[in-house]
């Protein structure tokens, strides 16, 4: 069955009239199955101008090289707040302002480990973002691996205190195994440990350590902890199950300082008929404070800003308004994405969809839909309403065949939007492939020689579609439990 894609045909303005007219201002998404016909002449523009045009790639190496990392509460982020709001500026957006956000302010300082015996060796760390430092002078204690919390609790008080615990997990994918890195420090103190060393979380490290937030257990005393990499854990690891006895010096600077004014950068596509009602696409632009946040999240960054930006440089005109939000603050405290949520709570019910990318810059095999604030309702009312989200989504999908970004289904959307996605908003992620993105997250190798210009091309094709299509769509993808 062929499908008449000749925009020029006389059947489409006056389908595209009638169903103006006759459809309900929200119909049912399952009703929205003409979609992959009506959009394709704009899709394929869309794609077309993604695949040709050097934009993304040239902002995001700006970004990375001129502007580099941007832990929160360092200039590099508020340079990158300025550069981008005036960015957007640049390429015609409207309303562009920045919201204060106040954002934790951890600083490294100078850090450094060696294994003092059975051998000398230098270890390579990174101190986990906010942790304390050590005392003047450092630590000196013995070593104690486990690969396990139920290890470290087997051994408990009489086999860790006045110890420096050495988590040596198998990495198991990043949502489990990072449950180490960030709760291992205050499980270790529980039992008088004085210092964490952390295997980086990764498939990888190639000698290079990943860091990453700690969260502290109030009840617990605070000990620094910091992440060495995945070739030093698995050889002490060795050591420890030769019987070797082995102790360590570490010595680290770190210290947090009294919060700061940071922001969140938005700037709008509005819409030309029902300007109120939104599409929101984001990623955040903190990054960890070493290599250049290149795929976490300066790529995120720059697919949600540019797919916008050729919207409005195609006169393409959505019905509803596409804002584009730059989180600040995601990697330790995720207080951008909070912030976000309490300025703009009366807003929500207006908001169509949220769309976040922040899992690099694999290409994107479609997006996972997100329904989480809306558990709790009737379970077979809720069943139904994700197979007909899927299913408009998949008709949507239809338009991006041809760059391999057809791909529905449920799954997590986002850090950044989870906290309006908790209060009811549709949620939507951009499924990147992850393949090699933990390879290089949170470490100095996360640069911007490791971005593919052709996935870029392909990201920002498809968010540029599938916004594009809920910003303009006759109905909502979703119906909202308060109508807006
Ligand atoms: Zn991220």
Known sequence: VSRNRNPKATFFPVALLLSTILLP????????????????????????????????????????????????????????????????????????????????????????????????????????????????????????????????????????????????????????????????????????????????VGPVSLNTPHTGTLIYDEEQPRIPAAAVTIEAATMMGRLARRGETMRAHLEMGARQLDDAPSANVIGEIPGSERPEEIVLLGGHLDSWDVGQGAQDDGVGCIIALEAAALIRRLDLAPRRTIRVVLFANEENGTRGGKAYHERHADELPRHVAAIESDLGNGAARGFRLDLRGREGEDEEELEELRDETLAAMRSIGELLELIGASGMRTGWSGVNISSIVADGVTGLGLDHDPEGYFDVHHSEADTFDKIDRGQLAKNVAAMAVMAYVLADMPGRLVQNRVAP
């Open 25 to 200: 201002t929200t119909p049912r998404a399952g009703e929205t199955g003409d979609i992959a016909q009506r959009y394709h002449e704009e899709a394929a523009r869309l794609i077309g101008e993604a695949i040709v045009s050097n934009d993304a790639y040239e902002s995001l190496e700006y970004l990375c090289d001129v502007i580099g990392h941007r832990l929160s509460g360092s200039p590099g982020l508020e340079q990158a707040v300025d550069w981008t709001a005036d960015l957007m500026r640049r390429k015609g957006f409207s309303n562009v302002h920045e919201e204060e956000v106040m954002v934790p302010v951890w600083i490294r300082g100078e850090e450094s480990a060696r294994l003092t015996a059975p051998v000398e060796r230098e270890l390579n760390i990174l101190g986990l973002g906010m942790s304390v430092g050590t005392p003047p002078g450092g630590i000196d204690a013995e070593v104690v691996v486990v690969e396990s919390f139920d290890e470290l609790d087997s051994l408990g008080a009489a086999g860790v205190r006045g110890k420096i615990v050495l988590y040596n997990q198998e990495y198991r994918g990043y949502g489990g195994t990072a449950a180490y890195r960030m709760d291992g420090p205050s499980r270790a103190a529980k039992y008088g440990a004085v210092a964490v060393l952390v295997r980086s």
